[in-house]
């Protein structure tokens, strides 16, 4: 049996030279759940221009004696002058006492720019209100 933070590694590991790692930020709950927003950025190109593929993601954990659904939502935006635009949503289920994710929650191809990006997740367990935000961040495109 493979054990959660072994599974989480085997996840957040890059499958390409080319993939970037999952980032997360910091942490916000929602009743007995802990979430945190996590960010992507991997390199492609459309033509002869270099893109990133910006991925959100999030991780779950419910510090709970009992298992429960979990919605969330995630949203994008460029940090200077952006507006934030939903990436997606979905719902999950976790075990009392367990972690899942990352999760892809949604993504955006952009061409590069020497600008910053992040985006944010909230979920809700079932029974409780919507959590605060969880924002990560990254350059879009270094060098």
């Known amino acids: ?26 942490g916000t709950s929602t009743g007995r759940v802990a979430v945190n927003g996590c960010i992507s950025a991997q390199r492609g190109s ?57 999760l892809e929650v949604g993504s955006s191809t952009r061409v590069c720019g020497p600008v910053k990006v992040e985006i944010r997740v909230h979920a809700r367990a079932d029974g409780a209100a919507w959590s605060g935000w969880s924002p990560a961040a990254t350059k879009q495109c270094q060098t």
Request: hydrophobic share 45%; proline share 4%; glycine share 14%.
């Open 1 to 26: 049996m493979i054990s959660a933070a072994a599974a989480l590694a085997v996840l957040a590991a890059p499958a390409t030279a080319d993939a970037a790692a999952v980032a997360c930020g910091g």
């Open 46 to 102: 459309a033509g002869r221009f270099p893109t990133r593929e910006i991925t959100a993601y999030i991780k779950a954990r419910n510090t709970g004696s009992k298992g429960v659904n979990v919605a969330y939502e995630a949203f994008f935006r460029v940090v200077d002058g952006g507006h934030w635009e939903k990436l997606g949503s979905g719902r999950t289920y976790v075990r009392a006492g367990e972690s899942v994710g990352p």
